[in-house]
């Protein structure tokens, strides 16, 4: 949308120099719809694709490569637009200036940038920051997801600190993906912690959350063969899903950020040492089950009304995991 937005004025403006009238517009239109599309694709399917090897380069790296791939999906659009849709009168069917290549290159580099300072702000805080929607503090109703890695003063110990580090960057990594792609929003990384989020609509539905959790468990698994290659460790995370209000506003003044606080931020943490306590790997809250189905293969056990750390009173709790299918009743 925004490159159809840029990109037709930009259309515009050219083709009345060239005196093609108001074809320039929408040919302005659909060369950014192109590129709009060609962008979204290959930055999310393929130039930061989780897992990839150029998701785990510098920043100016990324910035670089996203900026000569994206000149030629620019380039390689304007000549599609201009064969779709041809200036009247005829002129030769594709003409790119050194301006518009200028332009493109200009363009690239602020889109590419854009986009890496996105992902180190994290996803839609950079927009929130520039419309000012949390200035004010907000009180908003989120689910959390907060994943927290087994074992991992043991682990720390046997690797030490560089390569630790290099244990959680791939963990965090290879958990967000699956996250993502069910809708969640990375909020933070704390030490070998990942907290995630979702409003509490989106969170619910189709139980996105539930299901986030699972497919980076398994990922987790799937990839159980490279850490034991690679760092000589099986690595395991634990799981505490839960709901509830918070407050979401912009924190700080020399660094700032997009920050969530309240009581169920804190209770999704206490739910995580409750999954250390209790040998569970997967713990939700009975008020965040009560609003959604559980996927197929997902089955739950209540553990009862639980007192956490610092709470008052007892919630109710649920340990959720696969179902394990009787493979007699299957083959019958």
């Known amino acids: 949308?925004?490159?159809?937005?840029?990109?037709?004025?930009?259309?515009?403006?050219?083709?009345?120099?060239?005196?093609?009238?108001?074809?320039?517009?929408?040919?302005?239109?659909?060369?950014?719809?192109?590129?709009?599309?060609?962008?979204?694709?290959?930055?999310?399917?393929?130039?930061?694709?989780?897992?990839?090897?150029?998701?785990?380069?510098?920043?100016?790296?990324?910035?670089?490569?996203?900026?000569?791939?994206?000149?030629?999906?620019?380039?390689?659009?304007?000549?599609?637009?201009?064969?779709?849709?041809p200036n009247h009168p005829p002129a030769r069917p594709i003409s790119i200036s050194d301006d518009d290549v200028l332009f493109c290159f200009a363009a690239t580099f602020v889109v590419s940038f854009l986009f890496e300072v996105n992902g180190l702000l994290g996803q839609n805080v950079l927009l929130s920051f520039v419309t000012g929607r949390y200035h004010r503090p907000k009180v908003e109703q989120r689910v959390f997801l907060i994943m927290d890695m087994k074992n991992s003063t043991a682990a720390a110990e046997r690797l030490g600190e560089v390569d630790f580090h290099r244990l959680l960057n791939r963990l965090v990594t290879d958990l967000s993906g699956p996250i993502v792609l069910h809708h969640g929003r990375i909020y933070k990384y704390v030490g070998d912690e990942l907290i995630a989020t979702w409003p509490l609509a989106q969170g619910l539905k189709d139980a996105a959350c539930v299901r986030a959790c699972f497919a980076a468990l398994a990922r987790l698994a799937s990839h159980k063969a490279d850490y034991e290659r690679e760092f000589g460790i099986t690595a395991q995370m634990r799981a505490a899903l839960n709901c509830g209000q918070v407050v979401v506003g912009e924190m700080g003044s020399i660094k700032k950020e997009i920050a969530l606080s309240g009581d169920a931020l804190n209770t999704t943490a206490r739910l995580v040492d409750a999954c250390r306590e209790r040998g569970e790997t997967v713990i939700a809250s009975a008020e965040l089950l009560d609003g959604l189905t559980l996927p197929p293969g997902i089955a739950a056990r209540s553990l009862g009304l639980i007192r956490l750390r610092g709470k008052e009173q007892a919630i109710g709790l649920c340990a959720l995991a696969e179902a394990k299918t009787d493979t007699r009743a299957a083959a019958l």
């Open 1 to 85: 949308m925004i490159a159809a937005a840029i990109g037709a004025p930009y259309g515009y403006a050219t083709s009345i120099a060239a005196g093609a009238g108001l074809h320039g517009l929408i040919r302005g239109a659909v060369t950014g719809v192109l590129i709009g599309a060609a962008v979204s694709w290959l930055s999310f399917f393929v130039l930061q694709a989780t897992g990839s090897r150029l998701a785990r380069t510098s920043f100016m790296v990324i910035v670089a490569v996203r900026s000569l791939v994206y000149l030629v999906v620019f380039l390689v659009a304007m000549a599609i637009g201009q064969l779709l849709i």
